[in-house]
């Protein structure tokens, strides 16, 4: 499945995140979203996080679903935390090259 997310950052520093996702987990994560403290959302502990415990009450029925972590990456880049680079996560077998 696919999704987009785009994070603008307001006058108070805290970020939205717009996200487009062809899952419905995704899109019912979305209705109960506010904006993020980016501070806040990058230092929490997993369970404490904004994002994960919206994951959680949704529920996200995958836990590898990359989802989470690319909204707090979005969060982490538009919040002026992090670096702006592309993060993937990539299958090989074992005779190939990485």
């Known amino acids: ?3 987009i997310i785009a994070a603008t950052t307001d006058e108070m520093g805290m970020v939205k ?3 487009k996702s062809d899952c419905p987990n995704i ?3 979305t209705w109960k ?5 980016p501070y806040s959302e990058v230092e929490a502990e997993f369970y404490k996080s904004e994002v994960y415990k919206l ?3 949704t529920p996200i029925p995958h836990t590898a679903c990359p ?4 909204m707090v990456k979005a969060i982490e880049v ?6 702006k ?4 996560i990539r299958f090989i077998d074992d005779n190939s090259e990485a």
């Open 78 to 83: 538009a919040g002026d935390l992090g670096l």
């Open 17 to 19: 995140l717009d996200i």
């Open 1 to 3: 499945m696919k999704t």
């Open 67 to 70: 989802v989470p972590s690319a």
């Open 85 to 88: 680079r592309d993060v993937s």
């Open 27 to 29: 899109l019912r994560m």
């Open 55 to 57: 994951a959680q009450e």
């Open 33 to 37: 979203m506010e904006s993020f403290s």
